[in-house]
């Protein structure tokens, strides 16, 4: 079904990005790894070349500029997105044991500027961008990322308002391209998971991102009457988490 599509995933370098990009490419699916690290970009793209057609974008989904850059190099490489996954963000690793962001008080502008602009500011740009090329067509998904991170100080504040702010955003954009046809969901991995570049004791102690399964591929498959809602895997399928809040 997702068989020469084209799937764009932000932060797709390392980490739940990557792993996402390769069950893309084992569907057969055309990825785009974009990522603020050119270098690790290419290594990703590369070694899932093997697989399917890749293209390494890098990318600050920071700013407007850049991420207009990336869907322009992707339309006039394939001329279509089929999938856009937001998923390039900051976040407070605490299950890791590494030192903890500032508390508000303490905290920086700098700081909170940075964390709200790449979590935030990237998704609405990555989604803002992909909608006219699916419209267009009539049909696409985007996918943005969710997270919990419990109320704990040192941390999680920041990250949660850019993640519930994800949330809200998506359920209104997804009202918005209904009629476009296309499906807006969020994805939430649930627990705390250890990319490759946690510390060793991580590693050896929490999930790596294969516990999200195909997660994400079965997002990219959802119908449009499952647009708007926020979805975990479990058990080798997609549950539905979607807040009941009007």
């Known amino acids: ?11 797709g370098g390392q980490g739940i990005g990557k792993h996402a990009a390769t069950t893309f490419a084992k569907e057969k699916a055309k990825v785009v790894i ?15 070349s093997a697989l399917t057609e890749t293209m390494a974008v890098t990318a600050d989904m920071r700013e407007e500029e850049s991420v207009t850059n990336l869907i ?6 394939f001329g279509q997105i089929d999938v ?3 998923n390039a963000a900051i976040v407070p690793h ?8 500032p508390l508000i008080a303490d905290m920086p502008l700098e700081f909170w500027d940075r964390v709200v602009k790449t979590n935030l500011y990237g998704t609405f740009f990555g989604t803002k961008h992909a909608i006219p090329h699916m419209a267009k067509r009539k049909t696409g998904h985007i996918i943005n990322l969710y997270g919990g991170g419990g ?16 949330r809200t955003f998506s359920r209104y954009v997804a009202e918005e391209v209904r009629d476009a046809n296309v499906c807006v969901v969020t994805f939430s991995p649930r627990v705390p998971i250890a990319t490759e570049s946690a510390p060793a004791e991580a590693i050896q102690r929490l999930p790596g991102p294969d516990v999200l399964g195909a997660g994400f591929v ?6 449009m009457a499952q647009s708007g809602k926020c979805f975990a895997y479990e058990n080798g399928k997609l549950v539905d988490e979607t807040v009941r809040d009007g």
């Open 72 to 77: 322009d190099q992707v339309i006039g490489r």
């Open 94 to 101: 605490f299950a890791w044991n590494i030192p903890r962001w």
């Open 1 to 11: 079904m997702l068989e020469n599509k084209v799937v764009v995933i932000t932060g």
């Open 151 to 166: 109320v704990r100080p040192g941390g999680a504040g920041t990250y949660m308002v850019t993640k519930d702010g994800i």
């Open 84 to 86: 856009m996954m937001n």
């Open 218 to 223: 079965l997002c990219a498959e959802l119908p």
């Open 34 to 48: 974009a990522d603020f690290n050119a270098e690790l970009a290419q290594k990703t793209a590369t070694e899932l």
